[in-house]
């Protein structure tokens, strides 16, 4: 198998020292640090150095637990998903301010670290880029290493580009203590100009990067195919109406150019997709390891039932996009779509992504209903019963404890890349770029058609409209919970319909025998504004230039 996923190195290697100007007695060398001159002279710590990017300090509460955090939040306790309309965060830990609409640069929620976290890595791979020559090492391991680092310092770009949209481009300056920061460069480039350097930088990583890491110890690190498919997103991005700063064109012929390396395919099973590397769909992922685990999703979002704590808990706003079946939606009334019984003949996605009242799990059965139901208020700890009448399923592992989980469970890889997405992206570009053509059915087929799922294929006939309409709830499905939606529903500017809305969820009741399910708001307040599109930089951000950086419009 031709694997790409990010390896967890145990040797944390923060970053270069600097020595000091008068040795005396005071001088004590450090014990968890290793000297730049170090790491120059020994092509294995650089190679450390290298992997160690793939990382990141913990720089708030509740960033990963066991180990240190990456690229995005991934498995933490409040997932990204509960900033959107796939779910809520049981226990709040600053996501509901951001459901309601009340970020602000003093008060920025677990959005508070991506600016600092991305400018702080993109200063390592700089450092890593302008010093990789000193160090005496093959020219293949020396171009992997450079390949690396560009691909990371794009990624980090990406991420400040889909939250921030306008960035400070840096080029290859390593700021240090000694700058004289006032005159730093802090104007923030155009979204096009972000894109352009981003894309730049992945076009350098594909000259240098490998077309797979096949040995075991090198599992997760960039490959070519990591940087095509991070160019596809970001062009696809580009030619979105919030960026409107690219060609749909372009960003179908980048998403093709991953479709024809003919290295990735959809993998037939899509709930084991997620609990391991042993599969062609995964572009590029984070592994995680004992030692190095991440947080356990089997109690940090069970039912409390099973001793869960509830924690990402899907919305009824996602569960009503799921197909019936027969591939037809439930609000057409020749669907087969039962109000008593809503949970029947679904789309196998649905029964792979989410856990509802009577479904089967660990032996038993969710019971979400009142009076008495285990999952329910009335169950034990009930401060970890679902707001919203449902728990997560995706992600989660049964061969794992719900109970004392921590020396066992935790290792599932975090997905960044998937080969799904690539055709999503593909479908999408396409569609708007000359319409609905046999490529963009094939496509979504492909997916609609995974072994485990088999939705009919799309009806022929289909306008581009209508195709549009298919591709956006295909995304919403296929990639709940995956840290799409959000942007998704930003760049196609129809945020202000879909995050307005109330975050739903439903009562379920037992009355004579007979089960009730009943429409409820599960989080009240739900709001988004105009500037709400981006996100606000942390206040502490700004005062840090002495006001010279310039904050989101309307912050």
């Given amino acids: 198998m031709k694997t790409k996923h990010i390896f967890y190195s145990i040797i944390a290697l923060a970053g270069a020292t600097f020595a000091s100007c008068k040795k005396d007695y005071l001088d004590v060398v450090p014990t968890d640090r290793v000297a730049d001159v170090t790491i120059l002279s020994d092509s294995s710590l650089f190679n450390d150095y290298v992997i160690n990017r793939y990382m990141s300090i913990k720089l708030q509460d509740k960033e990963g637990e066991g180990t240190n955090p990456g690229f995005g939040r991934g498995f933490e306790y409040a997932m990204w998903c509960s900033a959107s309309d796939e779910a809520i965060y049981n226990n709040d830990d600053n996501t509901w301010l951001m459901q309601r609409g009340l970020l602000a640069p003093e008060n ?3 959005a508070g670290t991506i600016w600092g976290r ?10 890593g880029l302008n010093n990789i020559m000193q160090v005496q090492m093959s020219e293949g391991l020396r171009n992997k290493l450079r390949g690396e680092l560009h691909f990371i310092r794009a990624f980090r770009y990406h991420d400040l580009i889909r939250n921030y949209g306008k960035v400070v481009l840096v080029g290859d300056k390593v700021y240090n203590l000694s700058d004289n920061m006032a005159e730093a460069n802090y104007t923030r480039s155009s979204i096009k100009e972000g894109i352009d350097y981003a894309v730049a930088e992945l076009d350098s990583a594909v000259q240098y990067l490998p077309a797979a890491n096949d040995d075991k110890w090198q599992l997760g ?18 030619a979105s109406p919030l960026y409107n700063t690219g060609t749909w064109e372009a960003a179908a012929a980048a998403a093709k150019a991953v479709m024809d390396l003919m290295q990735y395919s959809i993998a037939p099973d899509y709930a084991k997709l997620f609990l391991n590397v042993n599969n062609n769909e995964i572009i590029f992922c984070r592994q995680y390891a004992i030692g190095a685990r991440h947080v356990c999703m089997e109690i940090a979002n069970g039912p409390n039932g099973y001793n869960g704590w509830a924690g990402n808990s899907p919305l009824q706003n996602l569960v009503d996009a799921y197909e019936m079946k027969s591939g037809k939606p439930i609000t057409d009334a020749t669907s087969g779509y039962d109000a008593a019984n809503p949970y029947a003949n679904r789309d196998a996605r649905f029964y792979a992504s989410i856990l509802y009242n009577g479904a089967s799990y660990r032996g038993s059965t969710i019971q979400g209903y009142t009076p008495g139901g285990k999952d329910s208020k009335d169950g034990p700890s009930n ?3 679902t707001k919203t ?6 992600f989660m592992d049964d061969n794992n404890p719900i109970d004392n989980p921590w020396e066992v469970a935790g290792l599932q890889p975090w997905i960044y890349l998937r080969y799904a997405e690539v055709l999503l992206n593909y479908a999408e570009a396409q569609n708007e770029a000359v319409g609905p053509d046999a490529t963009v059915y094939a496509a979504i087929n492909q997916i609609r058609q995974r072994e485990s799922v088999k939705q009919p294929v799309l009806a022929a006939g289909i306008s581009q409209s209508q195709m549009r309409d298919v591709i956006r709830r295909e995304r919403q499905v296929e990639l709940a919970f995956e840290e799409h939606r959000f942007y998704d529903v930003r760049r196609w500017k129809i945020a202000m319909q879909t995050e307005n809305v109330p975050a739903y969820g439903v009562d379920i009741t037992i009355a004579n025998g007979k089960t009730v399910y009943t429409r409820k708001e599960a989080l009240s307040g739900r709001l988004f504004a105009e500037k709400n599109y981006w996100l606000p930089i942390p206040r502490t951000e700004i005062l840090a230039t002495n006001n010279k950086l310039e904050q989101t419009t309307g912050y």
Avoid: D, F, P, Q
Avoid at 389 to 394: D, I, T, V
């Fill in 108 to 110: 920025t929620g677990i």
């Fill in 118 to 127: 991305s400018y702080r890595s993109i200063r390592e791979c700089n450092y």
């Fill in 221 to 238: 690190r960039a490959t070519r195919g990591a940087a095509l498919a991070l160019k596809a997103r970001l062009l696809l991005y580009a």
């Fill in 383 to 385: 401060w970890n019963s």
């Fill in 389 to 394: 009448g449902y728990y997560l399923r995706k």
